[in-house]
């Protein structure tokens, strides 16, 4: 008896039989002795905005820019006391080298924080969608040097045609500012948060995302330095010719680089250039 009982305890019961402890219970068939992995789904491929996520983003960035400056212009006319309309505006920036300083400066953290929100979604990084990578020593001479003689035609075809080689608006800005002691702000401005904002709007999203759409690289050259252009309705047809062909050879050094920090300096060093000449002959008109 006591042999029996311990065969029984070793091997188990049910309804009075005695059976192995191999055979699975059906309370073990339902519930299994670990539960099983979860396969998580997998994660979204990292992607490039097309044509049209490219130019819708591209919308939202140019509104982002616009109410980043806009804003500095109103605090200014606030200040200033009186109605705000859009002659009051107008002529505010137009004479205030301070007011178009800070206008400039405050449309940095604007785009940034709007060419965040578009690359997001990507899964891209960030610097990698833009592009903000050094490039060689030899595509940086290569890029100042095209710039110089670029800019030098323009400037013998001004003479040739008898036309200011500095647009007015560019002398009257400068002379506002040296009134106002912001000269070293405007420099800031026009040199180093200009050409961040409009580069990594125009070279960095908008040409990476149209590169790789129907346009392809030429067409994306093309078109972003046409919007490039539109941000710069303060010049004449004249200038804006100028500075629409300085965007195709950013464009093209964008391409040829794959930097838009390239692009970014040698668009400082031409804004550079231009602010010098524009004190010099400030200075003598």
């Known amino acids: 008896m006591q042999e029996n009982v311990d065969?029984?305890?070793?091997?188990?019961?049910?309804?009075?039989?005695?059976?192995?402890?191999?055979?699975?219970?059906?309370?073990e068939s339902i519930i299994p002795e670990s539960s099983p992995v979860e396969i998580e789904p997998a994660s979204r491929e990292p992607h490039v905005w097309k044509f049209w996520g490219t130019a819708l983003w591209g919308f939202a960035v140019f509104v982002a820019m616009f109410v980043g400056q806009i804003a500095v212009v109103v605090i200014f006319v606030l200040?200033?006391?009186?109605?705000?309309?859009?002659?009051?505006?107008?002529?505010?920036?137009?004479g205030s080298g301070l007011a178009i300083s800070l206008s400039v400066i405050a449309g940095v953290p604007a785009v940034v924080a709007a060419l965040w929100?578009?690359?997001?979604?990507?899964?891209?990084?960030?610097?990698?969608?833009?592009?903000?990578?050094?490039?060689?020593?030899?595509?940086?001479?290569?890029?100042a040097g095209g710039l110089a003689a670029l800019v030098l035609g323009w400037d013998l075809l001004s003479h040739v045609t008898r036309r200011e080689i500095t647009p007015d608006f560019m002398v009257d800005v400068l002379k506002s500012a040296e009134g106002?002691?912001?000269?070293?702000?405007?420099?800031?401005?026009?040199?180093?948060?200009?050409?961040?904002?409009?580069?990594?709007?125009?070279?960095?999203?908008?040409?990476?995302?149209?590169?790789?759409?129907?346009?392809?690289?030429?067409?994306?050259?093309?078109?972003?330095?046409m919007v490039?252009?539109?941000?710069?309705?303060?010049?004449?047809?004249?200038f804006l010719g100028e500075v629409f062909?300085?965007?195709?050879?950013?464009?093209?050094?964008?391409?040829?680089s794959r930097s838009t920090w390239l692009t970014t300096v040698i668009h400082g060093i031409n804004n550079l250039g231009a602010?010098?000449?524009s004190i010099y002959l400030a200075g003598h008109s």
């Open 117 to 143: 929100l578009a690359i997001r979604p990507t899964r891209v990084p960030f610097a990698e969608y833009l592009a903000l990578h050094w490039a060689t020593w030899r595509d940086f001479l290569i890029g």
């Open 7 to 27: 065969a029984g305890d070793a091997q188990g019961h049910r309804d009075g039989e005695i059976v192995p402890i191999t055979e699975s219970s059906p309370m």
């Open 79 to 94: 200040e200033r006391g009186g109605p705000i309309d859009l002659a009051t505006t107008i002529k505010l920036v137009a």
């Open 228 to 238: 490039w252009t539109v941000l710069h309705l303060q010049y004449d047809w004249y």
């Open 275 to 277: 602010v010098a000449e």
């Open 245 to 256: 062909c300085i965007g195709l050879w950013l464009g093209y050094m964008r391409y040829r």
């Open 180 to 225: 106002n002691g912001g000269l070293w702000l405007l420099v800031i401005a026009f040199c180093v948060a200009a050409p961040i904002s409009e580069e990594f709007f125009a070279r960095g999203f908008l040409y990476r995302g149209w590169s790789e759409s129907f346009l392809k690289v030429p067409g994306a050259i093309v078109l972003s330095s």
